[in-house]
């Protein structure tokens, strides 16, 4: 490799990054499903999807080869190119934002640093806020071109919604930022580095805890989730906005969904809770945490497969247990740890929130209209306000 | 490069401006407008403004337009019909437009004869700069705005409790 200019290089080592991250995103896309599909399942005491491979682990692909070969209808009644525009504008946007989304601190390839990030803009979490305020269209476009009253209801409230929801999701953003006093989502995270208590959710000199909150009440309603689903209300408005919409179309919306909720944990673990800062130093052992997780987990996942009593069970959970401890021995490996124990910490983050994203789906019923409004605007946004008046005081008066 | 990008995004702001008004429909005025936006956008970004560039999408694109487009998808505005025009704007409309170009050319290198657009050779558009900027040497004028902005505010809730009760 040692021939290569350093624009060669870079453009190679974009490519690269544009692939992996392209692939791991669209996976992580179809298994948040099926991971969602399992946890409400085991949530509400039952096994979910469990026919289409072992434990339903092909679920997704199925339901990717059933999305692609349905029929595409388009109704007749449509405002036709609103109608084929809508899908592509939520998915674009959607997948835009993950562009400037870093994963990790700078790594050395083949004698050369780069970052765990496709694209560095000094200005991260503007361009973020600015992208995903542009996601609106696509929805509303939807609700309004498929010529259907309960179509335009879901787009109506949806805009309103995400409307009324941005102002405190960007007053809560602006709090943090006061504290780490940058933009750029890379120094973001290095302000925060050292412990959990330099994470921005407890950092002095005022613990950004309230604001933390307040993000993810507001980033719930910004993704169209439970408890905050009305524009896709089942009960009121058949399917909301993507009433019309069947095959890859309704596939978009559904992708863009999930696309949301990943850059919104994304940007709360870079926000708030240090992003792939380990809660506390190495040298108290830190770096042990994945072995002993995966450890367990493969352990675990063995004791289960000498126990099972299904046919199937004896195989695939030794398989699982053997591959959890393989990945266990890999972190232990000292030339990996540099950049697989950051990635380990950044994906654990995003993932819990994630969770509690599914947890509440499966835990909350869904507001009335009037309180949706009501909350966001009488005590969410006075409450965002009056958090960054205090943030602002004491930042002023740090010494 | 920049020259490029800056032909390519002006030619698509200019067209979807035309396309503001030629379209009959609201919702497409509203989404050329948008277009219009985002394209403004990336010139600011051209020309080294990010922080404005970012403004004028979260602000303009994100928030106006959107409410825009809420207003008319709620009033459910439908197709204006074209009316009859008169003799005069069919005679002297497309003469007079050309003219009026003509002159703001004309006064464009009259004003700025030697001035060169250098692409991202400004170097005060970021959030810091700006931001000393708007509480240093600007701080009445951008105070006086806020208070004009908040009178709007107090304005508009005026008349729609007048319309409550």
Redesign the interface.
């Known amino acids: 490799m040692g021939d290569l200019t350093n624009q060669q290089f870079y453009f190679l080592i974009s490519v690269v990054k544009v692939v992996v991250v392209f692939a791991v995103l669209m996976t992580v896309l179809a298994y948040l499903q099926w991971v969602e599909r399992k946890v409400i399942a085991h949530i509400q005491v039952r096994p979910g999807p469990y026919r289409v491979g072992p434990h339903g682990l092909l679920q997704p692909l199925a339901d990717v080869i059933k999305l692609v070969t349905k029929e595409d209808l388009i109704p007749p009644h449509v405002s036709k190119p609103f109608y084929i525009l809508a899908p592509f504008l939520a998915i674009t946007f959607s997948l835009l934002s993950i562009s400037v989304i870093p994963f990790g601190p700078p790594i050395m390839v083949a004698g050369r640093e780069t970052y765990m990030q496709l694209a560095n803009v000094n200005i991260g979490v503007l361009f973020i806020l600015a992208v995903s305020s542009m996601g609106v269209y696509g929805i509303a476009l939807a609700g309004w071109s498929s010529n259907n009253k309960y179509s335009l209801l879901g787009g109506l409230r949806s805009c309103a919604q995400m409307i009324s929801y941005e102002l405190p999701l960007s007053l809560a953003i602006a709090s943090p930022l006061l504290i780490s006093n940058t933009l750029d989502l890379r120094k973001l995270v290095d302000s925060q580095n050292g412990s959990i208590l330099h994470w921005n959710v407890l950092h002095m000199p005022f613990p950004q805890i309230f604001s933390f909150i307040i993000f993810l009440i507001a980033a719930f309603a910004e993704t169209n989730r439970v408890p905050f689903d009305l524009p896709e209300a089942e009960n009121e408005l058949v399917a909301g906005f993507h009433t019309e919409y069947s095959s890859m179309k309704f596939a978009s919306f559904f992708m863009a969904e999930y696309a949301n909720m990943i850059t919104v944990s994304c940007m709360a673990t870079l926000l708030f809770l240090g992003g792939w800062v380990a809660p506390w130093p190495a040298e108290y052992g830190s770096s042990f945490v994945p072995v002993a997780i995966f450890a367990a987990a493969g352990v675990i996942a063995l004791y289960h497969g000498s126990q099972a009593k299904l046919k199937m069970d004896k195989l695939t959970f030794p398989a699982f247990g053997v591959i959890f401890l393989i990945i266990a021995a890999i972190f232990v490996l000292p030339i990996v740890q540099t950049w697989l124990l950051p990635l380990f910490w950044f994906c654990a983050k995003v993932g819990a929130i994630l969770f509690a994203f599914i947890w509440i789906r499966g835990t909350l019923p869904r507001f009335r209209y009037d309180q949706l409004m009501g909350f966001t605007w009488k005590f969410l946004f006075p409450v965002a306000m009056l958090n960054l008046l205090v943030t602002g005081l004491l930042v002023a008066l740090r010494p | 490069m920049d020259v490029i990008l800056f032909f390519v995004f002006a030619i698509i702001a200019v067209v979807c401006a035309i396309n503001v008004v030629v379209q009959t429909h609201p ?1 497409s005025s509203a ?1 050329s407008l ?1 277009g219009v936006m985002g394209s403004l ?1 990336v010139l600011y970004l051209l020309l080294g403004a ?2 404005l560039a ?2 004028q ?2 602000v303009y ?3 106006i337009m ?2 825009f ?2 207003v008319i ?2 009033l ?1 505005a439908g197709t204006e019909k074209k009316e009859g025009k008169s003799l005069v704007v069919q005679l002297l409309g497309v003469p007079l437009l050309v003219a009026f170009l003509g002159i703001v050319a004309f006064f464009v290198q009259r004003v700025f004869p030697t001035t060169m657009v250098h692409f991202g050779g400004f170097t005060g558009g ?2 810091h700069e700006i931001g000393m900027a708007l509480f240093g040497p600007y701080l009445l004028p951008f105070e006086v705005t806020s208070i004009l902005i908040l009178i709007a505010i107090l304005g508009a809730i005026v008349l729609a409790r007048k319309e409550m009760d």
């Open positions: 919702i989404i948008v956008a990010e922080f970012a403004a999408v979260i694109a994100g928030a959107v409410l487009v809420f998808m709620l459910n970021g959030v």
